[in-house]
């Protein structure tokens, strides 16, 4: 079946770029996205990139879509400790959620 | 716009109590979702309705009932609480054109001993 796999902890430094990798099996996502989840809340998707483009920036945000090995990644400049939190990527056409990157900063 | 709303927030169960989750949503959404979420097994679809009227299981319906009552609620019903449904419960709508995203409520947290 469909499936979406992610690592599961980041930790980075204040400042640095973090970079939170995932790979889906379902190539037939019209979309692929990228969701956060504050601590006790629910998920707000953070952004999304159609699946013909190679590369979306949004502000410090950049997603980088590689269909040839299904691979999709988020890339976040200048990490500020307000970053932390889970990230999840979802695609597929039943919307199959990753389990969830936990990502770390530390000042 | 309060968007997704869900009641209760907490809610401890013994073991055979039964329960019904609560959710509406004011934005005119005709798909909703019910997600369980478990540490180290991210989120898992329970139930979803495409629209008023209709009800389709996910990946992990067992134990579960849905009731989507118009356009606005979609509750989810524990109708025998096992241990195993300890979790956190988080129902979404979505738009019904690309890109699809989904709004999600504060979540509920259950915990059944």
């Known amino acids: 079946g469909e499936d979406v796999e992610q690592s599961l902890f980041l930790s980075v430094r204040e400042g640095d770029s973090s970079v939170i990798n995932c790979t889906y099996t379902?190539?037939?996502?019209?979309?692929l996205y990228w969701y956060k989840q504050e601590p006790g809340a629910g998920l707000q998707l953070l952004t999304y990139?159609?699946?013909?483009?190679d590369m979306k920036q949004d502000q410090r945000l950049t997603v980088l879509l590689n269909k040839k090995d299904k691979h999709l990644s988020l890339r976040i400049a200048d990490t500020q400790t307000g970053d932390s939190a889970i990230y999840f990527c979802?695609?597929?056409?039943?919307?199959?959620f990753g389990k969830g990157t936990t990502l770390s900063v530390s000042s | 716009n309060a968007g997704v709303t869900q009641t209760p927030k907490f809610q401890v169960l013994k073991t055979g109590q039964s329960m019904t989750l609560q959710c509406a949503q004011d934005?005119?959404?005709?798909?909703m979702y019910w997600y369980r979420q478990d540490p180290g097994m991210g989120l898992r679809l329970i139930y979803y309705?495409?629209?008023?009227?209709?009800?389709d299981k996910g990946e992990v319906p067992n134990g579960y009932n849905v009731s989507r009552l118009n356009k606005r609620e979609f509750s989810l019903r524990l109708e025998s609480a096992a241990p195993s449904q300890t979790s956190v419960y988080f129902c979404?709508?979505?738009?019904?054109?690309?890109?699809?995203?989904?709004?999600f409520g504060p979540g509920t947290r259950l915990t059944v001993t």
């Open positions: 979404a709508s979505s738009e019904d054109r690309h890109p699809y995203e989904q709004y």
């Open positions: 379902d190539s037939s996502s019209t979309y």
């Open positions: 990139i159609f699946s013909n483009m």
């Open positions: 979802a695609g597929g056409t039943a919307l199959i």
């Open positions: 934005m005119n959404h005709n798909s």
């Open positions: 309705s495409a629209s008023e009227g209709t009800t």
